[in-house]
């Protein structure tokens, strides 16, 4: 069975705009928020760096106690607790693979949580994010390319499930 990943509008301008802050001069990364259901992940939600803190051009570095916190944060804000089920970081070159601190980063996630996702944002030279790939990772470190859908909101800001669109290319890519 195809790992599925919903992921909300909210979120995307979110990393969108994490990496616009910095004009896509560095890396930047946070953790996804949201639902998962065997092989079915729903993200409502992600922490974003403060630009400030941002750590080298090459290489992006997550501060677990404070992500920790901001996602606690985030979580006290919905009715139904997302927990944490991933993370996320930009490329800055555009490069869609992960490089071996990532292979272990997520490996050591993975571990934690179970199977979780890890997503690449890769931005245009100008900061807009042009494809955002997402992997399931189990624990032993094995990725898997991830079916992604983005989930529109009606106007009551509710969600709508006739209104989830599949969009990406062949290579299942949001």
């Not at 259901?37 to 941002?54: G, Q």
């Not at 071996?100 to 571990?111: H, P, T, V, Y």
């Not at 994010?129 to 470190?141: N, S």
Request: proline share 2%; aromatic share 6%.
């Amino acid at each position: 069975m195809s790992t599925q990943v919903t992921i909300s509008k909210k979120t995307i301008r979110k990393i969108a705009a994490a990496i616009a802050a910095v004009n896509n001069s560095r890396e930047v990364g946070g953790l996804f928020m949201g639902y998962r259901h065997s092989s079915k992940y729903r993200i409502v939600d992600a922490t974003v760096p403060d630009c400030e803190k941002c750590s080298g051009v090459a290489s992006f570095v997550l501060d677990g106690a404070e992500e920790t916190a901001k996602a606690e944060a985030l979580a006290g804000r919905y009715t139904n607790t997302p927990e944490i089920i991933g993370v996320w970081h930009s490329h800055i070159w555009g490069d869609a693979v992960f490089s071996l601190q990532d292979e272990e980063s997520n490996r050591r996630l993975a571990q934690i949580l179970g199977n979780c996702l890890s997503a690449l944002a890769l931005p245009e030279k100008q900061s807009n994010l042009r494809k955002l790939m997402i992997w399931e990772i189990d624990p032993a470190g094995e990725a898997k390319i991830c079916r992604a859908a983005c989930e529109t909101e009606n106007i009551s800001g509710q969600r709508s499930d006739a209104a989830t669109a599949y969009i990406g290319n062949s290579e299942n890519v949001l």
